[in-house]
């Protein structure tokens, strides 16, 4: 079966899947949609291939070929295809244009649900495909000079158009009601609009109650209806803001965007706020004994640094 077939197929049965709505078909659909959409990505690399060159674009392995004195050919070899993150830099190379924020959103449900939410629901998997929706909509008429409605088939296209309307709606009341609380922190903030439902997994969660201050602001599910405590979601909420900040640092090196307050102990100091987003504690970044500057992760010894700490009895 060739390339696009397969895509378009997946995407479809992706969407019955969600129509369907029970844990397995959910869990199916989230893998349905995720493996379509990368195939859709393949088939544009496809596209791109020169003739006679094995599909080089979408293989996993490139060789160099002589085909002639001074004439040097790049194909495909063995049977292995492209995985996401080649698909990634082939198309920065080429200048092929993909939405890769929302594709990562999809993904990252895609590793999560099958090991947490017990009670999945529609809800939890409406995001993925909006998600979808969007990513195909502009790939198709950008990258593959097709027509969504037509290429998904009206039945697929409607359906997805449906269920993004009403989760966007959805968010977007979502997020107002969140606008509301004063968060006092910016990444607690824009974390709060990411993190799940611990229950049914949706990403649905709003004030239960009208409130000003974080502290006193219990979260609650829109599908399901359980609550989240801030000593539950804050520290969620900082980790899923500063997730790329935390992630560059760890692979490139640098300083840890958050760590450990050493108030309340949890993981919530936001370094570039001088402030732990859970307590509001706001403790020195400077050591009180020999002055140095500590780092994110020092922050859980502080008004010592880690090394004063450490060799405490000398300054005493
Ligand atoms: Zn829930
Ligand atoms: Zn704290
Ligand atoms: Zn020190």
Same mark, same amino acid.
């Given at each position: 079966?060739?390339?696009?077939?397969?895509?378009?197929?997946?995407?479809?049965?992706?969407?019955?899947?969600?129509?369907?709505?029970?844990?397995?078909?959910?869990?199916?659909?989230?893998?349905?949609?995720?493996?379509?959409?990368?195939?859709?990505?393949?088939?544009?690399? !496809?596209?791109?291939?020169?003739?006679?060159?094995?599909?080089?674009?979408?293989?996993?392995?490139?060789?160099?070929?002589?085909?002639?004195?001074?004439?040097?050919?790049?194909?495909?070899?063995?049977?292995?295809?492209?995985?996401?993150?080649?698909?990634?830099?082939?198309?920065?190379? !080429?200048?092929?244009?993909?939405?890769?924020?929302?594709?990562?959103?999809?993904?990252?449900?895609?590793?999560?649900?099958?090991?947490?939410?017990?009670?999945?629901?529609?809800?939890?998997?409406?995001?993925?495909?909006?998600?979808?929706?969007?990513?195909?909509?502009?790939?198709?008429?950008?990258? !593959?000079?097709?027509?969504?409605?037509?290429?998904?088939?009206?039945?697929?296209?409607?359906?997805?158009?449906?269920?993004?309307?009403?989760?966007?709606?959805?968010?977007?009341?979502?997020?107002?009601? !969140?606008?509301?609380?004063?968060?006092?922190?910016?990444?607690?903030?824009?974390?709060?609009?990411?993190?799940?439902?611990?229950?049914?997994?949706?990403?649905?969660?709003?004030?239960?109650?009208?409130?000003?201050?974080?502290?006193?602001?219990?979260?609650?599910?829109?599908?399901?209806?359980?609550?989240?405590?801030?000593?539950?979601?804050?520290?969620?909420?900082?980790?899923?803001?500063?997730?790329?900040?935390?992630?560059?640092?760890?692979?490139?090196?640098?300083?840890?965007?958050?760590?450990?307050?050493?108030?309340?102990?949890?993981?919530?100091?936001?370094?570039?706020?001088?402030?732990?987003?859970?307590?509001?504690?706001?403790?020195?970044?400077?050591?009180?004994?020999?002055?140095?500057?500590?780092?994110?992760?020092?922050?859980?010894?502080?008004?010592?640094?880690?090394?004063?700490?450490?060799?405490?009895?000398?300054?005493?």
């Amino acid at each position: 079966m060739d390339l696009l077939t397969n895509a378009i197929e997946s995407i479809q049965i992706g969407v019955d899947d969600f129509r369907a709505g029970s844990r397995p078909r959910l869990l199916s659909a989230v893998r349905n949609i995720h493996a379509g959409i990368l195939l859709l990505f393949k088939e544009a690399l !496809l596209r791109r291939s020169p003739p006679g060159s094995n599909e080089v674009l979408i293989k996993a392995r490139i060789e160099a070929r002589l085909d002639g004195p001074d004439q040097i050919a790049f194909v495909g070899a063995g049977r292995k295809t492209v995985d996401t993150q080649q698909v990634r830099e082939r198309f920065k190379s !080429l200048g092929i244009a993909a939405d890769w924020k929302l594709f990562d959103q999809i993904a990252d449900v895609r590793n999560e649900v099958e090991h947490y939410f017990p009670h999945l629901t529609q809800d939890a998997i409406a995001g993925v495909v909006a998600s979808a929706m969007l990513i195909v909509r502009n790939f198709a008429a950008n990258e !593959l000079g097709a027509e969504p409605r037509e290429l998904l088939g009206q039945k697929t296209w409607e359906a997805m158009l449906q269920v993004t309307d009403l989760y966007q709606e959805e968010r977007k009341r979502c997020d107002q009601a !969140l606008t509301l609380i004063a968060w006092e922190s910016e990444a607690l903030e824009s974390g709060v609009k990411q993190i799940r439902c611990q229950h049914c997994g949706s990403g649905l969660l709003k004030p239960a109650e009208a409130s000003s201050s974080y502290s006193d602001t219990t979260l609650q599910c829109r599908g399901c209806g359980s609550t989240r405590e801030p000593d539950s979601y804050v520290a969620e909420a900082i980790a899923e803001a500063l997730d790329w900040e935390a992630h560059v640092a760890m692979t490139d090196g640098g300083e840890e965007p958050y760590g450990e307050c050493p108030d309340c102990g949890l993981v919530t100091y936001v370094y570039a706020e001088r402030r732990c987003a859970h307590c509001g504690e706001t403790a020195a970044t400077e050591c009180a004994c020999c002055g140095t500057t500590m780092s994110a992760s020092e922050m859980a010894s502080s008004p010592l640094c880690g090394w004063c700490d450490y060799m405490k009895s000398k300054c005493d």
